[in-house]
């Protein structure tokens, strides 16, 4: 059994890839919902430590400015990458967040692409392409759970 962290740039499928595990029977909590967020971008650090002291196998999504401090909770870190184009696509036709539709927020995600996933990408143990089948990343990340 395993904590996986899953984090990478709006629009790389995070909450496409939870959504799939949680059909599978696995535990996610997709830090994008529900109040683990502050109102300063952090998680909500109390309730993140409640969660990974008591749940030994468990998938949780975000990127966050804290994440890192939480590096060490997890057995697996991945990073979910795409290409700029992709990221773009998906955050003006996705329906269950409607963060990326505008110029100003597809301009953030550029910058962030650009500035913040080379520090995610130092701090993951994986790398994973976010353009492959659901199925198949979701097979990847029960096998890191599992491990089997």
Do not use: C
């Given at each position: 059994?395993?904590?996986?962290?899953?984090?990478?740039m709006s629009?790389?499928?995070?909450?496409?890839?939870?959504?799939?595990?949680?059909?599978?029977?696995?535990?996610?909590?997709?830090?994008?919902?529900?109040?683990?967020?502050?109102?300063?971008?952090?998680?909500?650090?109390?309730?993140?430590?409640?969660?990974?002291?008591?749940?030994?196998?468990?998938?949780?999504?975000?990127?966050?400015d804290n994440?890192?401090?939480?590096?060490?909770?997890?057995?697996?870190?991945?990073?979910?990458?795409?290409?700029?184009?992709?990221?773009?696509?998906?955050?003006?036709?996705?329906?269950?967040?409607?963060?990326?539709?505008?110029?100003?927020?597809?301009?953030?995600?550029?910058?962030?692409?650009?500035?913040?996933?080379?520090?995610?990408?130092?701090?993951?143990?994986?790398?994973?392409?976010?353009r492959r089948?659901?199925?198949?990343?979701?097979?990847?990340?029960?096998?890191?759970?599992?491990?089997?």
């Open positions: 059994m395993a904590r996986v962290l899953v984090t990478g629009g790389a499928g995070k909450t496409t890839l939870l959504t799939e595990l949680e059909r599978r029977g696995h535990l996610t909590v997709d830090t994008d919902h529900g109040g683990w967020v502050l109102p300063d971008g952090t998680w909500d650090e109390r309730r993140m430590d409640r969660l990974l002291a008591t749940r030994p196998e468990v998938v949780v999504s975000g990127t966050v994440q890192g401090s939480f590096y060490d909770r997890f057995e697996h870190v991945v990073l979910l990458s795409a290409p700029l184009d992709v990221l773009l696509e998906r955050v003006r036709t996705r329906q269950d967040n409607p963060y990326g539709r505008s110029v100003e927020q597809q301009a953030e995600i550029a910058r962030y692409l650009n500035e913040v996933e080379p520090l995610l990408r130092r701090g993951a143990g994986l790398e994973l392409d976010g089948p659901v199925a198949e990343l979701a097979d990847v990340l029960e096998e890191l759970l599992t491990g089997r």
